[in-house]
């Protein structure tokens, strides 16, 4: 009676699951489109509207004194609002994270501006991963093969360190590292602490820059956005790179031993 009783709650929560996986798969195309397409057509609205071309460095130099007395009357609704346009440019993977980095830096200076470009910068990620693995993820991982499901395995049991070395050495396009992620079956968890941290040095680096820029502007010059990629600026970046693969270089090692001592 006590097998049977203790067996009975296993079966149940299987056959729950099983249900819940199968309306998962029922879920209309379109449905799981939906998030990804918003996107998508916001991208384009705003390519087509020109917005790319009015948040610029030369519109930030023509309304600086406005800019500066609008964060100094109203702070908390300037810091809202230039949060809420980073987070709308990241999510609709807009090219204007340098530019909207630096403005940060020049509007409320390096620290706190690095503080809410990072905050930012994370939420909108998040926004593209979730739409991504919303859309995507089920169908992908129905359908992969043995060497994405191993490249899925591999890159989830050390989705931390990855991510913090694709965040700090600017490899790939921001966008793309928010993709990849939520088609390998990254834990949500994973990847918006890998951002929010991988992104602080080289977002500190682009607002410090921002801190400055109102003498730049005054000398009628704009700033050099591939400073980044300069050795004094870029070599302890590596550093920090470097560091977050240790645990994955330790991992791995350490499974190597086991298996030579097993083979023994």
């Known amino acids: 009676m006590t097998k049977t009783s ?30 990804l397409v918003v996107l998508i057509c916001g991208l384009l609205a705003a390519w087509s509207s020109g917005l790319l071309d009015l948040l610029s460095f030369d519109t930030l130099r023509d309304n600086r004194d406005q800019l500066q007395e609008l964060v100094a009357s109203k702070p908390v609704l300037s ?14 993977s807009l090219p204007l994270g340098s530019v909207l980095t630096i403005s940060g830096g020049f509007l409320f200076g390096a620290v706190l501006g ?11 990620a998040v926004i593209v991963y979730l739409a991504a693995r919303y859309a995507f993820y089920d169908v992908m991982h129905d359908k992969a093969g043995s060497a994405i499901r191993k490249m899925e395995k591999g ?18 396009p921001f966008w793309l590292v928010n993709l990849v992620p939520a088609l390998l079956g990254v ?27 109102g003498a730049l502007f005054d000398q009628g010059k704009t700033p050099d956005l591939g400073v980044i990629f300069e050795p004094r600026i870029l070599t302890p970046i590596i550093g920090l790179a470097v560091l977050a693969m240790l645990p994955v270089a330790y991992k791995k090692l350490r499974k190597s031993k086991n298996e030579a001592s097993s083979d023994e």
Do not use: C
């Open 6 to 35: 203790s067996a009975a709650p296993t079966v149940s929560d299987h056959k729950t699951e099983h249900t819940d996986q199968n309306q998962s798969a029922r879920k209309p195309l379109w449905r799981r489109l939906l998030p």
């Open 79 to 92: 810091i809202l609002g230039f949060m809420a346009i980073y987070v709308i440019a990241v999510a609709l």
């Open 114 to 124: 690095t503080t809410y470009v990072v905050t930012a910068a994370t939420l909108g």
């Open 155 to 172: 890159f989830s049991e050390n989705a931390f360190s990855y991510l913090m070395v694709l965040r700090l050495i600017p490899i790939f």
């Open 187 to 213: 834990k949500l968890r994973s990847f918006a602490m890998g951002t929010l941290l991988g992104i602080i040095p080289g977002t500190f680096v682009y607002a410090s820059i921002g801190d400055g820029l």
